[in-house]
């Protein structure tokens, strides 16, 4: 038998509003049957493929959908398990020349009591961007989001955040700009040597407790996590005394995670600390397809430099840190760093403490090694 496919020309005539405001909107009407066959189509269907709508109605679902798009939306719904499934989709549609359109699609696989059981019914929309690489970023609506919602996971927030201011100042990419800036870095001591017997599970769970920890404090402290390098951190903050609020609070839960370790005759994991302050180029390293939004300077340098000289369980900062923090701090020692490539040796203090007003107005002194992490020692005790 030879099926010609129907052009809607009508609906019911308390549908006409409907079907004549979707017209003039650019949404195409589209029925296709559960083995591909277009079975009906509004008339801007033709207008937008390049085709008559004779020559349409010869044509499957096959014909007119980008190969991946198709595969989406029709091999997918062939399973039992995804019938009867609401369809939000981004793909491309194929005119008669072969060019590919983009378009918004959605609609439905129903396999009910209505004229055509098991028909896709779909209400699609020409989507044209600006930025054509935009378009390739098809599928599923909902697939598209939780893959976007893992991919947050591993990006700074601040990151998206100026992505978007970005985008509403017209650029293609998040300008440079010089700042001043705290930044921190800390290191987790010996840790090959440490991973070296352990098999790769227990080493993964071992980094997420202690750089995972470090991590949550630094963002609690309004920190950025530029990176996360294995066993190693660098983060950016934009007031000092946060960074070194941050940097007491994480050596006292590593002071306090040993205290535990030790219980179970492990042995003890720790970091090492340095936190700088100064000027710096935050902006974008890399190509067009993959590019890095990350700090440049020297002052990033000398807190790496600080990181490296500090002795381990310590936390050492530079001059230019203190002068921000001097009246919050406990100096224990102080040093000077010969630094490759400086005329000047790099002035820095150890600290063991840090002192701040908290959300209530209270006074607050932390330190290192405080009458909690007695309370631990007396536990191994």
Not at 92 to 119: C, L, R, V, W, Y
Not at 216 to 233: C, P
Not at 330 to 354: F, N, P, R, W
Request: proline share 2%; net charge negative; charged share 25%.
């Amino acid at each position: 038998m030879n099926h010609t496919a129907e052009n809607i020309n009508s609906l019911k005539s308390g549908d006409i509003y409907l079907k004549e405001l979707l017209s003039l909107l650019g949404y195409i009407i589209l029925e296709i049957s559960d083995t591909g066959r277009i079975l009906r189509f509004s008339k801007n269907l033709p207008e937008t493929l390049g085709y008559n709508k004779f020559q349409l109605s010869g044509l499957t679902a096959k014909d007119i959908f980008f190969e991946q798009t198709y595969t989406d939306l029709f091999r997918r719904h062939t399973q039992k398990s995804n019938r009867d499934r609401k369809i939000n989709y981004r793909g491309f549609m194929t005119d008669a020349n072969g060019k590919k359109i983009f378009m918004h699609i959605s609609g439905i696989h129903q396999e009910d009591e209505s004229s055509n059981p098991g028909a896709y019914h779909f209400v699609i929309h020409r989507l044209d961007l600006p930025d054509k690489s935009l378009s390739l970023d098809t599928g599923y609506y909902d697939e598209n989001l939780k893959a976007n919602k893992i991919v947050r996971r591993y990006l700074p927030p601040v990151l998206y955040e100026q992505a978007k201011h970005a985008v509403k100042d017209g650029h293609d990419k998040i300008p440079d700009e010089v700042k001043y800036l705290t930044f921190l870095f800390a290191d987790l001591v010996s840790f090959t040597t440490f991973a070296e017997n352990k098999n790769p599970k227990e080493v993964m769970e071992t980094l997420n407790l202690s750089i995972g920890a470090a991590s949550a404090t630094i963002v609690h402290w309004n920190g950025v996590m530029d990176k996360i390098m294995g066993d190693a951190i660098m983060a950016i903050f934009e007031n000092p005394l946060d960074a070194v609020i941050a940097a007491v609070e994480i050596q006292k839960q590593f002071y306090m995670f040993n205290q535990l370790r030790s219980l179970q005759s492990l042995e003890n994991l720790n970091i090492r600390i340095g936190i700088n302050t100064g000027n710096c180029i935050y902006g974008s390293i890399g190509m067009d397809k993959y590019m890095e939004w990350t700090v440049i300077g020297d002052a990033v340098n000398s807190a790496s430099r600080l990181e490296k000289s500090c002795t381990v369980g310590g936390i050492l900062i530079s001059k230019e840190t203190l002068g921000h923090v001097k009246e919050n701090v406990h100096v224990t020692d102080s040093t000077q760093l010969q630094v490759k490539g400086k005329k000047h040796s790099l002035e820095a203090y150890y600290i063991d403490q840090v002192s701040f007003t908290g959300t209530n107005n209270e006074a607050i002194k932390l330190s290192i090694q405080d009458e909690f992490s007695q309370d631990f020692q007396d536990m191994k005790l």
